[in-house]
């Protein structure tokens, strides 16, 4: 399962965003990529390492989903949205990719489900793709 280390900033009310501000240490929401002229949409859930409360500044988190990541979303620097309902309460940039993401420069197909993150790595090591 892909899991990526993301920074979440949460629009202010204003623009938008929540009504009272996120507070909490995870948070499970829809991940929405725009791409190509059409939207995706995935159940994505964060975890902040600690209960956190949304302000204007970002906010590093841990990133994964309730079913296969999209390719589109394993690489670093993707962005996308995060929506309640219809409305986008905040936007999201990956940082890095770790936990068995597919390589750019593998020579054959590589699926989600083929990725061994600890094939002849030390713990640290399988923690962080090398696709980076």
């Known amino acids: 399962m892909m899991k990526a280390s993301v920074l979440v900033t949460f629009l202010p009310r204003e623009r938008g965003g929540r009504a009272s501000p996120f507070r909490g240490s995870r948070y499970a929401t829809v991940a929405r990529i725009r791409r190509e ?9 964060i975890d902040f390492g600690g209960v956190v409360t949304a302000g204007d500044a970002p906010i590093p988190g841990e990133l994964s989903f309730l079913a296969a990541a999209p390719e589109q979303l394993a690489r670093k620097g993707v962005e996308f ?10 936007s999201a940039r990956v940082e890095s990719v770790v936990l068995g993401a597919p390589c750019e420069d593998d020579d054959e197909e590589t699926s989600w489900f083929d990725v061994d993150p600890y094939a002849g790595r030390g713990p640290r090591e399988a923690r962080e793709s090398p696709c980076i």
């Open 37 to 45: 002229g059409h939207v995706e949409e995935w159940s994505a859930v």
């Open 81 to 90: 949205e995060l929506t309640e309902g219809p409305r986008t309460v905040a």
